[in-house]
């Protein structure tokens, strides 16, 4: 299994109805990220096809829920729009992490 099945995956059973706690934060951090500049060309090529494929599948986790909780259809903002919003509202401390879930089991999703 890929890491993007498992985002569809975790994606859908959040749209159903789930909730995840983690149960160790090893799997939140992984200091083996890369930067753009060190990334391989093959790589950007299979990000940008796996970035069409979450596009379909959203509108088919969306057509089977009737649910688009983290409004991933909307129409994407600019970056200069999102900046514009987040110095506006009220109480903003600027972008972070919602939430973490690592492979490997690690995420339980209990249904609510």
């Given amino acids: 299994m890929t890491m993007s099945d498992v985002i569809y995956r975790v ?3 959040f749209v ?3 909730q995840f706690q983690v149960l160790t934060p090893l799997f939140t951090v992984h200091w083996g990220l890369q930067n753009k500049k060190s990334r391989p060309a093959w790589r950007e ?3 940008n096809v796996n970035r069409k494929y979450f596009e379909v599948f959203k509108r088919e986790v969306f057509a089977r829920y009737h649910k688009d909780p983290l409004r991933m259809l909307l129409p994407k903002k600019s970056a200069k729009q999102q900046q514009q919003q987040q110095q506006h509202a009220p ?3 600027g972008p972070g992490i919602v939430g973490a879930v690592g492979a490997g089991g ?3 999703g209990e249904k609510h």
């Fill in 11 to 13: 994606y859908e059973m």
């Fill in 16 to 18: 159903a109805g789930y």
């Fill in 45 to 47: 090529r299979q990000n």
């Fill in 106 to 108: 690690v995420g339980v």
């Fill in 91 to 93: 109480g903003a401390v």
